[in-house]
């Protein structure tokens, strides 16, 4: 018989895959760094049973149609903005994510890039290399205090209370908005809940953390910086379209706050050239949020989990769309 077709839209780890190749026919794009063309990927999708894709691949109703076959697709990402969810339920296609596995490094890098934005790692590191330190002064990059101050995480599920947890260690007065209350991490960790309008304006760190949904696109708009503190600094590490880039320019140029940390873009990758890239007071990552070796092998290995079990006929581990579930019974 005919093994089932898997097709990754990206070079993996051999060792990895190798488990779903004594079950299957895989077949993997052969690089590591740039996407499988949307060409060549509708070509896969064809004779595919499952697929195994990236946050830069947009999976959606013209790709699903075109999946005769298909039966999963696992994302090797806790987002699943890239997906038609609905599509693909309507189709009988089970969608997983890789949540959990990614939440504590995702939080460490959400830290990190907060720190590095409030005490001006990037550019101080910078001015030693490039030989322009002349000599110790008072307000010789001085930048901003962490500790003590107050911490506003706007999306509060798992990767928002470990960033939170990591906030109580800093002493950081902690608050949340979220789509529901958190009663545990209000008494574990003293976050307090609030309306974004509260939020916003009281926070010294407002922290983006909410997925994409066409609710909270553009969330972070003209109106929604200019009720910041001038001395706020603005931290990404979601989705880029949540926040008005060109507003979030605007804002940092005019002094309506302080600074920007962003992991994530409007569009990536971001051009060299772009107006934010300009500024002093932003840093800037490549989407590297839960890029440690450790992570990034745990999220390959639950899509290669996910993948297996859905056609092995089990459910899978990490099932996006619930629906699916009730309509295999
Ligand atoms: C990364 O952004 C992810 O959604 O896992
Ligand atoms: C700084 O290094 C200090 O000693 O204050």
């Known amino acids: ?3 089932p077709y898997v097709f990754i839209t990206r070079k993996l780890s051999e060792q ?5 190749k004594e079950k299957y026919d895989v077949n993997m794009w052969e690089h590591e760094s740039t996407p499988v063309p949307r060409e060549t990927l509708l070509n896969e999708v064809k004779k595919a049973t499952a697929l195994i894709t990236m946050l830069s691949e947009k999976i959606d109703e013209e790709l699903l149609e075109a999946g005769r076959n298909l039966q999963v697709v696992a994302n090797l990402a806790v987002g699943y903005d890239n997906i038609d969810v609905q599509a693909a339920t309507k189709k009988g296609i089970a969608i997983c994510n890789t949540p959990d596995v990614l939440t504590d490094t995702t939080a460490d890098l959400t830290f990190a890039l907060l720190m590095a ?3 001006r790692i990037i550019e101080a590191a910078e001015v030693v290399k490039k030989g322009e330190w002349k000599s110790w002064s008072p307000f010789l990059l001085a930048g901003h205090d962490i500790h003590h101050k107050t911490i506003g ?12 947890k990591r906030a109580k260690g800093f002493d950081m007065n902690i608050l949340y908005h979220n789509r529901s209350r958190k009663p545990e991490a209000e008494k574990s960790l003293g976050a307090k809940y609030c309306s974004f309008e509260d939020l916003i304006q009281q926070a010294d760190f407002i922290v983006c953390l909410t997925p994409l949904t066409p609710d909270t696109k553009k969330l972070f708009n003209r109106e929604a910086f200019n009720k910041m503190k001038k001395s706020a600094i603005f931290i990404n590490a979601s989705r880029g379209p949540v926040v008005d880039e060109k507003a979030l320019y605007e804002a940092l140029v005019e002094g309506e706050i302080a600074a920007a940390g962003l992991d994530v873009f ?6 060299a050239d772009h107006p934010l890239l300009s500024l002093q007071n ?3 990552l490549p989407h590297i949020g839960s890029a440690t070796r450790e992570t990034r092998e745990a999220m390959m290995q639950l899509c290669v989990e996910n993948v297996d079990r859905v056609l092995s006929g089990k459910s899978p581990k990490t099932l996006v769309n619930k629906a699916w579930e009730k309509q295999k019974v």
Do not use: D, F, Q, Y
Request: aromatic fraction near 0%; charged fraction near 20%.
């Open 16 to 20: 990895i895959v190798s488990s779903l």
């Open 282 to 284: 932003v840093v800037a």
């Open 1 to 3: 018989m005919k093994k």
């Open 153 to 164: 995480i706007v999306g509060m599920g798992s990767i928002g209370e470990a960033v939170a």
């Open 117 to 119: 934005t409030a005490r």
């Open 266 to 271: 409007e569009t990536e990758p971001i051009g």
